[in-house]
């Protein structure tokens, strides 16, 4: 009968726990998630049904709607907006809660609230024919929070102070920034026009090449790397639209540009004149869009100095290079020279020297560092008057045939693009073209390190 009754008595503990937790538990959670969907406030606007935003900063009203291409701006001008960024705003804004309520009611000074002139307004429409607008004082509270109100309710909410910014946005916040507004992959050849050069590149069979010396070979990834960086450019300021804009290119001193940029794509042509101000300013005119815009003038030595020169692959005397290959190896400079040969997985010299040996790693390092080396700049054949066939380095393979053959001249001081350099000339027999390459690239072989003298084994007796 004890335990009978002790059974009892904790099943009435059970019934009372679930109670609590069922009843008062889950009763003050779906409160607390109430009033949390209460403190929301674009209360009841879904982020995905938004299609029309109005900011009203007193400056100017702003107005962007969506389209099935994604946002537009539609006023004060018609133009792409920036979707990625709006979207993460919009985000941002259904997601703001208010703090608390200032006051309520009927009685309400509301010039203690900035409300009692004109303040900053953000209206959103939805597809669903919903509409909803914040008012936003220019007013803060001491913990530096906006004050916010409905149209025609009778209280002033504390908001976040991201709601001066929110209202507070402008026409250049709210468009798209790109100078190039079209997909890099349907980009289908390039010209470049600048005062030394015309550069044209065309794209056939998913590589780059020169129309007018396909045999040339370009370097893919510098080629793509000027893409990119013309892609990026972002406006700095919108300068003036449409038929504003030869006024304001004679405000500005814009004479003939410094550069003109061609893109023709699969959808049609993109063209872009790249002018220099006087106080270093950069501008661009889009024919497309007819815009005048400012952007960063780093991106300035870059295009003034294009060539298809600078587009070679400098890596062509090097890049057949293979060290699986090599078996051994024998250099001669003016200061030293020694014959490797590998056996058993180990350098050894020969003759072999009683007293100096090989430094394994310093020849693992120069057989990785061979293949990544780089010219500076290819020499015309004729116009090299140097011989440079008498200091080198060979490598041979198993058969003990000649794999791979680098010509290298003294180092010394040359003007290369207009820069003091310290280098060599230089040739290999996998590159029919003379090359310039600088010393420090020279240096990265260390061939004065690999051999060593011999260290002393100490007896301990």
């Known amino acids: 009968m004890k335990n009978k009754g002790t059974w009892i008595l904790f099943g009435v503990v059970v019934l009372l726990s679930l109670y609590t937790y069922f009843g008062e538990y889950q009763g003050k959670e779906k409160e607390k998630t109430k009033e949390e969907q209460q403190a929301v406030i674009l209360k009841g606007i879904n982020v995905d049904q938004i299609n029309f935003v109005e900011v009203n900063n007193l400056d100017e009203k702003v107005t962007i709607s969506r389209s099935n291409t994604g946002w537009q701006v539609t006023s004060p001008i018609a133009d792409a907006a920036d979707s990625n960024d709006i979207e993460s705003w919009l985000k941002q804004l259904t997601d703001e809660k208010t703090i608390s309520v200032a006051v309520e009611g009927a009685e309400i000074k509301w010039e203690y609230f900035g409300f009692n002139v004109p303040v900053k307004t953000l209206t959103v429409k939805t597809s669903l024919n919903q509409q909803l607008t914040v008012e936003v004082s ?5 913990e530096g929070n906006s004050f916010l109100r ?25 468009r798209n920034k790109n100078i190039f507004r079209h997909q890099l992959s349907n980009v289908q050849s390039f010209q470049v026009k600048n005062k030394r ?20 070979v370009l370097d893919q990834n510098v080629i793509r790397e000027n893409i990119i960086k013309i892609n990026e450019l972002k406006a ?9 804009v030869p006024a304001a290119k004679k405000k500005l ?31 661009v005119e889009v024919a497309g869009t007819q815009q005048l815009i400012k952007i960063n003038n780093e991106i300035m ?9 600078s587009l070679r692959d400098y890596k062509l005397p090097f890049a057949s290079f293979d060290k699986a290959k090599v078996n051994g190896l024998s250099y001669v400079t003016t200061l030293k020279k020694a014959a490797l040969t590998k056996k058993n997985g180990n350098w050894e010299l020969n003759p072999a020297d009683s007293a100096n040996e090989v430094q394994q790693d310093k020849v693992t390092s120069l057989l990785d560092v061979v293949k990544n080396l780089t010219a500076k700049e290819y020499v015309n054949t004729a116009s090299l ?15 003990n045939k000649v794999y791979f053959e680098f010509q290298f001249s003294d180092p010394e001081s040359r003007k290369v693009n207009n820069e003091e350099s310290s280098i060599r000339y230089a040739k290999t027999n996998l590159h029919n073209e003379p090359f310039v390459m600088d010393e420090s690239e020279f240096q990265k072989l260390s061939l004065n390190d690999i051999i060593g003298s011999k260290k002393e084994v100490k007896n301990d007796k």
């Open 236 to 244: 700095i300021e919108f300068i003036a639209e449409k038929e504003g």
């Open 150 to 174: 409905l149209p025609g309710e009778n209280k002033v909410m504390v908001g976040s102070s991201s709601w001066l910014s929110h209202a507070g946005k402008k026409l250049f916040d709210l």
């Open 385 to 399: 008057k140097k011989d440079i066939s008498k200091q080198k380095i060979v490598f041979t393979d198993a058969e």
């Open 253 to 283: 001193g814009l004479g003939t540009s410094s550069v003109t940029i061609e893109f023709k794509l699969s959808e049609g042509t993109w063209v872009a004149n790249v002018f220099e101000a006087k106080d270093k300013g950069a501008y």
């Open 138 to 142: 220019e007013k803060k509270n001491f």
């Open 197 to 216: 050069n015309l550069i044209e590149i065309i794209n056939k069979e998913a590589k780059w090449i020169a129309p007018k010396q396909p045999d040339l």
């Open 301 to 309: 030595d870059r295009l003034n100095n294009l060539s298809l020169v």
